[in-house]
C-alpha cells in the first residue's frame, strides 16, 4: 500500500493551461515536499509545507498543505515547456524515524508547445 | 559544488553477480538515504544512515548492504544480482535539521539479465 496517493498519474497539457496536481494520504504529516524530477536526474526540492492551510507560491506554481495535512496541492498557472517532468510528493510523519521520507508514485507532466 | 555523486552511471550485471554503487557527498551532511526507484512506483527507500557506523533498513533492504565508514560515503552493495533488483538508484543526503531538503545524486540505471 502506498502511504501518499498521487493524482493524476499522466498529465499532458498544452502551454498555457492551468492544471492541478493532488498528493492524498489517510494519515497526517508534520511536513509535505514537493520534488520536480527531469529525465537523467535526480528529484530537486521545489517547496516544503509545515503548516495545516499553509499556501506557497514560487513564481506560477502555488502549493497548498491541508487543514488537517494530510493532503496536499501543486497548482501551475499558465504552463510552461519547461515545466515538464516528474512531480513528486514526500511526507514526513510525526515521530517517524530519522526524519525518513515517504514518497508518492509522482505525477508525470508534459507541456506541449 | 559537487554535492552528491553516484557511480558508475549505468551498470549491467548477470543474475548471480555481485557489486557495489557508490554515493559520496562534500556538504557533510550526516543522514544518507539509498532509494530505488521503478517506473511509475515513485522512490522506496533501502537503507539509510544517520552517521559513521550507523545504519538502518528502510521499506525494501532485502537484497542489499550498506556500510557508513565515514561521514562522506555510503556505498550500496547487491551480492546475488536479481531482475527483480533492475532499477535506477538514487542516493540522497541531509542536514539532521527538521525539514531539511534531500540532495539526490543523479542516479544509477542497473539492469540484470
Known amino acids: 500500500t502506498q502511504l501518499l496517493e498521487q493524482s493524476p498519474q499522466f498529465l499532458s497539457i498544452q502551454e498555457g493551461e492551468n492544471l492541478t496536481v493532488y498528493c492524498n494520504s489517510s494519515s497526517v504529516f508534520s511536513s509535505l515536499q514537493w520534488y520536480r524530477q527531469e529525465p537523467g536526474e535526480g528529484p530537486v526540492l521545489l517547496v516544503t509545507?509545515?503548516?495545516?492551510?499553509e499556501v506557497k507560491k514560487l513564481k506560477r506554481l502555488t502549493f497548498q498543505f491541508g487543514d488537517a495535512r494530510k493532503d496536499s496541492s501543486l497548482h501551475i498557472t499558465a504552463a510552461q515547456p519547461g515545466d515538464t517532468g516528474l512531480y513528486l510528493c514526500a511526507g514526513a510523519q510525526r515521530g517517524s524515524t530519522l526524519g525518513r521520507l515517504y514518497f508518492g508514485r509522482g505525477t508525470q507532466l508534459t507541456v506541449w508547445p | 559544488n559537487a554535492g552528491v555523486t553516484q557511480t558508475p552511471k549505468f551498470r549491467i550485471l548477470k543474475i548471480g553477480q555481485s557489486m557495489t554503487l557508490q554515493c559520496a557527498q562534500d556538504m557533510n551532511h550526516n543522514y544518507m538515504y539509498w532509494y530505488r526507484q521503478d517506473p511509475g512506483m515513485g522512490l522506496k527507500l533501502i537503507y539509510y544512515?544517520?552517521?559513521?557506523?550507523?545504519?538502518d533498513k528502510g521499506e525494501v533492504p532485502n537484497g542489499y548492504n550498506v556500510s557508513r565508514s565515514t561521514t562522506e560515503d555510503f556505498p550500496l552493495r547487491l551480492e546475488l544480482a536479481a531482475p527483480s533488483q533492475t532499477s535506477v538508484y538514487f542516493c540522497a543526503s541531509r542536514t539532521a535539521r527538521d525539514n531539511s531538503p534531500l540532495h539526490f545524486g543523479n542516479g544509477t540505471r542497473l539492469t540484470v539479465t
Open positions: 544512515s544517520v552517521g559513521a557506523g550507523i545504519t
Open positions: 509545507v509545515v503548516t495545516g492551510g
